[in-house]
């Protein structure tokens, strides 16, 4: 089976890597074309340019770009596909792009593989990135069962774990485990940043160890990656913040009135069902 692959950053390269050594015939794509011939140079293809003509002959075609560009490459490569091509892509938000890329494309599955690290680009491309990872599958009802299956055969081969389901549960799950942390994340570096006592804040980049690292890290990461997180799932992001407000409001007012009963009972809470998100 011969599959394309059109974006070769950390994503994309990293699966290309891990599909080219289980023999398949990989294709890539990308903008820069310093890009394409490292990914020559490294083994993680066997064929790369520019040019989405070369996604002809692919079986299967894997968009790893960025979210706000999946929809304008689809439309682009259509005129190269073979009327029995598959499309997916790992964009992680899925409701719009979902419902064009089915309406562009029969053939069009969504799909959201939740594996990442801090590093981007090709350079950044490792092998077993997606080992334990969940990709979460998200076909509509007359989405073809061969496409489904194949997509999933070919994540499993991977070492993901599969999860099935529509793409606006899609959204609105990750908006709670991973848009919103991320926005609350960025707060905390911003909210640290504006201390108006310049001493305080120096002797506070200084202490900040293992607990500000583990809390700053999504909010200190890709700032396209979160804009278009957050632009692109407004509603469901927008609600989970604002339930998020309403239980810091609350936590806020327990800890005026000294409730300390309460707020013990919040924290052995959570302390128990953090396992349960992990």
């Given at each position: 089976?011969?599959?394309g692959i059109i974006g070769l950053g950390l994503i994309g390269a990293s699966l290309a890597l891990d599909l080219s050594s289980k023999n398949y015939h990989l294709v890539g794509v990308s903008r820069n074309s310093l890009t394409c011939e490292k990914a020559k ?32 490459t689809l439309i682009n490569l259509i005129p190269h596909l073979s009327p029995h091509a598959v499309v997916t892509d790992v964009g992680s938000v899925k409701s719009s792009i979902v419902q064009q890329g089915k309406a562009l494309w029969s053939n069009f599955v ?169």
């Amino acid at each position: 089976m011969k599959i394309g692959i059109i974006g070769l950053g950390l994503i994309g390269a990293s699966l290309a890597l891990d599909l080219s050594s289980k023999n398949y015939h990989l294709v890539g794509v990308s903008r820069n074309s310093l890009t394409c011939e490292k990914a020559k140079e490294k083994g993680i293809v066997k064929e790369s340019g520019v040019d989405l003509a070369l996604m002809k002959d692919c079986d299967l075609i894997f968009i790893c770009t960025p979210i706000e560009f999946i929809i304008p490459t689809l439309i682009n490569l259509i005129p190269h596909l073979s009327p029995h091509a598959v499309v997916t892509d790992v964009g992680s938000v899925k409701s719009s792009i979902v419902q064009q890329g089915k309406a562009l494309w029969s053939n069009f599955v969504g799909s959201h593989p939740m594996a990442g690290t801090a590093n981007q680009g090709i350079d950044s491309a490792q092998k077993d990135l997606f080992q334990k990872a969940v990709c979460v599958i998200t076909p509509e009802h007359d989405t073809p069962q061969s496409a489904i299956a194949l997509i999933t055969n070919i994540w499993s081969l991977v070492g993901c774990e599969i999860i099935i389901t529509t793409p606006q549960i899609h959204d609105q799950a990750v908006a709670w485990i991973s848009h919103l942390p991320v926005i609350i994340s960025a707060n905390l570096i911003n909210s640290c940043q504006r201390e108006n006592d310049q001493n305080i804040k120096q002797i506070a980049q200084k202490l900040a160890s293992t607990g500000f690292k583990d809390t700053s890290r999504v909010g200190g990461g890709n700032p396209e990656l979160g804009l278009m997180m957050a632009r692109n799932n407004k509603e469901n992001l927008l609600h989970s913040l604002k339930h998020y407000q309403q239980n810091l409001e609350e936590l806020i007012n327990d800890i005026e009135q000294e409730n300390w009963d309460k707020i013990n009972t919040l924290l052995n809470t959570t302390k128990e069902n953090r396992s349960k998100f992990l």
